[in-house]
């Protein structure tokens, strides 16, 4: 099969079928994370079926927002506080399982904004394909290097988990308030001062990494943006000055306009004498 | 950023710093990954618009070729293929490229954008554009929109490649345009034409008694015998002549998209005039007049002259400054959405910094202020405006009025609300079109010949009532001998119909239609009246059948015959 | 010779902000004697400092590509 082939397969041209598997997938996910929740009590039950609410009304209107929320909510009123640093085996789950199900979501909005195609039509299409006798050789064979493309695309979510649970080592341990006495002055709790520390210091990590990569990005504008930017710190300057002269000249030239004649072209009333 | 990741981003942050205060973990942990997880996408999208971007190399092809051939016709349809690779080898995927089109020209055929969902090595796109108008094309580039792949980022930019075309009118191939007077006893010079005074040429015009004086072997001695007096045969002159067209390009003949103005059918009027004398042989000139003075194409022949004087017209035909205009809420519309596809870099606040100022207070007028002045920076850069000049924009409600108009104008839109405020100009303008008119008249008879045929082409409909004033200028030019032919163009853009046809249902538009119909037909009946008496022909243009009517009207006043001339 | 000066001057402003948030930090994280207003004030400084900073960078690079066009030209 040559690489345009593959390229199709893959994603290129059939935006409607990766759709369909889009969509599939999002439902996929959403069905193992609805499993979080079902823990046979009624408030799981209705917590679920407000998650299935949620997922229907994402993929028909991007929420994807809602979910993380609904996410966090649930956690915020299911986890308990003396987890602090005892990952259960849950805990990843919680983690990968909706950031996936915003992947495949986001994924397929995005491609229905584009395409306009009713979810049923996606998935139908998506299923001809893969049922089809004629291609399903074809599909077969290039089936692990869709799905390796598909886990490619994912795997950015995984990383970013491993990553994130390896800052969370950096987090101060449990509730010790031991060399902290002299925050009680400022009637701060030994969590609410771990969050000052790990925000000031991501901030400040962050702040590096954006100092590098904007001016990276800065150094690549065009000569127009830079001529555009020039002028407009030039008008920042000495913006206050400028408008006073401008407007007193405008006032000038209003009365200037009413002595002379009526029919005075634009050019010569905008060239003044005195232009910078 | 957009509104998702800016969603996320605020829930990624309250749930990471609630995770914190209250020891849950899981929920830091999930809104770090999900902080992460835009930080990195973020990563991916400032090295796609940044590195990646730049290094698209687009090429585009017209007509198969990708030396521009500088010239399009109008009427006529290009084929556009477009091919985009990249000197990095791959395109990532969730770019859009859009080829922006100015608008003389329709996409008839084809698709004119491209998405790319993902990395590929090459794309391409192609589509069929239709040609409106006779005047200019100007292919400015490309607009392409970079989306990372869930949605959280999106940006705007322009890629600047600019091919300026210039498109010469269409015009209709009519031969058979010759009455069939007489049988010709000899054929006569290719650019020589029988004109019926009496001359040496070597067609008989008419027998008359014979003077003392008249060459004896003119007598005609059967004809002599048999009325019992002498009898002197009178031949026809045979002359060249020389077909000077004039074209009216006031204001009122340029409002209107292009291939609809009534320049574009007085164009098509006079290439097609211009195209069958020069079949004929005949040296073709032109005057072009309007706001800006009069400009005069010398008389000349064959295909050479022909393709000089359509290049004239198509030159003509481009639209120079509009008339200044009021600034209005849709002149600024209209202006940031071409500063939106033509410069989305510019727009960005990083690099058009916007001065902050206390007023004005109310929210809408701030943010009306705030868009003003994007503008004011992008407008400065197109026209190398100093600092004063961009907050005199700013300020200046006039001076914005004017640079945008100015703006428009060479980005290619037409005369059409907002740029020109179509408001009833209709009186105004005709009694200028009838000045400047008097004005070329006078001056091409100040340099012409005698049997000279005069085409003129303007929009006189609405002046109908007060063509006294354009009277003594076709007078004088007629005392000179010169055929003088009107054509008029018709808003309608079809020939007046006074009977709404039976077969069809009656409906407001058919009522509009056929009072509009009347209306013409009105002004045409007094037009051609007036312009009877003092002998100038009168026809419409305004469809594609006409134009063989005018061309017969034309021989007509070119050989000298009398006809029933006037609307048909 | 001035955008060198200009862009020497503005990195220089850019490494003074990011010291004084590294100070404002290390006032923070001391928990014997944590000084956290003073670290806000600190921070706030740096905030501006750096911004200054930015500016003059960004100013020093676009003025060197305006000028590097028109060289060009």
Request: proline share 4%; aromatic share 10%.
């Amino acid at each position: 099969m040559d690489s345009h082939n593959k390229q199709k397969l893959l994603e290129g041209d059939d935006e409607v079928v990766w759709a369909g598997f889009y969509a599939l997938m999002a439902i996929v996910v959403s069905v193992l994370f609805f499993f979080q929740f079902s823990t046979g009590e009624e408030v799981g039950l209705s917590l679920s079926f407000i998650f299935l609410s949620l997922v229907i009304l994402t993929l028909k209107r991007w929420t994807g927002a809602f979910l993380i929320m609904f996410s966090q909510a649930s956690l915020l009123l299911m986890e308990t506080p003396n987890s602090y640093q005892q990952t259960t085996e849950f805990g990843p789950l919680w983690v990968l399982l909706p950031l996936g199900l915003l992947l495949a979501a986001s994924r397929y909005r995005l491609l229905q904004e584009r395409n306009a195609i009713p979810i049923a039509k996606s998935v139908s299409k998506l299923t001809s394909i893969v049922t089809d006798v004629n291609v399903s050789a074809t599909v077969s064979k290039n089936a692990a290097a869709a799905f390796w493309h598909t886990l490619r695309t994912g795997a950015v979510i995984f990383l970013c988990g491993t990553a994130a649970w390896f800052l969370m080592l950096f987090v101060p341990v449990g509730k010790s308030t031991v060399g902290l006495s002299s925050l009680r002055e400022f009637s701060l709790q030994p969590s609410g001062y771990r969050l000052l520390m790990l925000g000031l210091s991501f901030f400040a990590a962050y702040l590096v990494i954006w100092i590098f990569v904007s001016w990276l990005a800065w150094r690549r504008i065009t000569p127009s943006q830079a001529s555009v930017f020039l002028r407009s710190v030039f008008v920042n300057y000495y913006h206050r000055d400028l408008r006073m002269f401008i407007l007193k000249r405008m006032k000038l030239r209003k009365a200037r306009t009413r002595t002379a004649s009526p029919a005075l072209p634009l050019e010569t009333q905008t060239g003044l004498p005195g232009d910078i | 950023m957009t509104a998702r990741s800016r969603w996320l981003v605020l829930l990624g942050i309250c749930g990471f710093a609630i995770g914190i205060m209250l020891n849950k973990h899981t929920l830091a942990w999930l809104s770090l990954t999900t902080l992460l997880w835009i930080f990195v996408e973020w990563l991916r999208f400032y090295w796609q618009v940044w590195v990646e971007l730049p290094q698209l190399r687009i090429t585009r092809l017209i007509n198969g070729q990708t030396e521009a051939t500088r010239f399009l016709w109008a009427g006529r349809k290009v084929d556009v293929s477009v091919l985009i690779t990249s000197a990095n080898a791959t395109i990532g995927g969730g770019i859009k490229i859009r080829e922006c089109l100015p608008e003389n020209l329709l996409v008839v055929d084809g698709s004119r954008q491209v998405s790319l969902f993902s990395r590929q090595s090459s794309v391409s796109f192609s589509y069929q554009a239709l040609v409106r108008g006779a005047g200019e094309a100007v292919l400015p580039g490309y607009q392409v929109t970079v989306e990372d792949a869930q949605g959280f980022f999106a940006v705007d930019r322009f890629i600047a490649d600019e091919k300026r075309f210039r498109v010469l009118p269409a015009f209709a191939a009519v031969n058979e345009s010759q009455p069939i007077v007489k049988r010709l006893n000899s054929l006569p010079q290719h650019g020589i034409h029988r004109m019926q005074r009496a001359g040496l040429g070597s067609e008989l015009l008419e027998l008359r008694e014979y003077v003392p004086g008249d060459p004896p072997k003119s007598i005609a001695w059967k004809v002599s015998a048999r009325r019992q007096t002498l009898m002197t045969r009178q031949y026809e002159s045979e002359v060249p002549v020389r077909v000077m067209l004039f074209v009216d390009g006031s204001i009122s003949a340029r409002i209107g998209g292009f291939g609809c103005r009534l320049l574009d059918q007085m164009i098509y009027v006079t290439g097609s005039v211009a195209k069958s004398a020069v079949s004929v042989g005949d040296p073709v000139g032109a005057y072009f007049f309007d706001e800006r003075g009069t400009k005069r194409i010398a008389a000349s022949g064959g295909d050479k002259g022909f393709y000089r004087l359509l290049e004239g017209l198509s030159d003509f035909a481009v639209n120079p400054p509009p008339p200044a205009q009021r600034l209005s809420p849709a002149l600024m519309a209209a202006i940031t959405r071409l500063c939106g596809e033509r410069f989305p870099e510019l727009l960005d606040p990083k690099v058009n910094q916007v001065p902050f100022t206390w007023t004005p207070i109310r929210p809408a007028k701030r943010r009306e202020r705030y868009q003003r002045s994007l503008l004011a920076g992008i407008l400065a850069e197109a026209y190398k405006l100093s600092p004063t000049q961009v907050l005199e924009l700013i300020h200046d409600d006039n001076m914005m009025a004017n640079y945008a108009q100015r703006f428009l104008a060479d980005a290619g839109i037409s005369w059409m609300d907002p740029l020109v405020q179509s408001r009833d100009r209709g009186f105004h303008d005709g009694m200028a079109t009838m000045e400047f008119l008097s004005k070329a008249l006078a001056e091409s008879v100040a340099h012409a010949r005698d049997n000279e045929v005069y085409v003129i082409t303007a929009n006189l409909l609405e002046c109908a009532t007060n063509i006294s004033h354009l009277l003594p200028a076709v007078k004088m030019a007629l005392a000179r001998h010169h055929r003088v032919v009107f054509i008029v163009p018709t808003p309608t853009f079809r020939r007046p119909s006074a009977n709404l046809q039976s077969d069809q249902p009656v409906t407001v538009e058919s009522l509009l239609n056929q009072a509009q119909d009347l209306r013409t037909k009105e002004l045409t009946s007094r037009l051609q009246s007036a312009l009877h008496r003092v002998g100038a022909r009168v026809s419409l243009s305004g469809e594609e059948e006409a134009i063989r009517m005018v061309m017969a009207e034309t021989a007509l006043a070119r050989n000298g015959r009398v006809s029933q001339a006037g609307a048909r | 010779m001035m955008l060198a000066i200009r862009e020497i001057a503005g990195w220089a402003l850019v490494g003074l902000s990011l010291f004084l948030i590294w100070w404002g930090i290390d006032w923070v994280s001391n928990p014997a004697d944590p000084k956290i207003v003073e670290a806000g004030v600190l921070m706030f400084a740096a905030t501006a400092v750096l911004r200054a900073g930015i500016l003059l960078v960004r100013v020093s690079t676009a003025a060197r590509i305006f000028a590097k066009e028109h060289a060009g030209k």
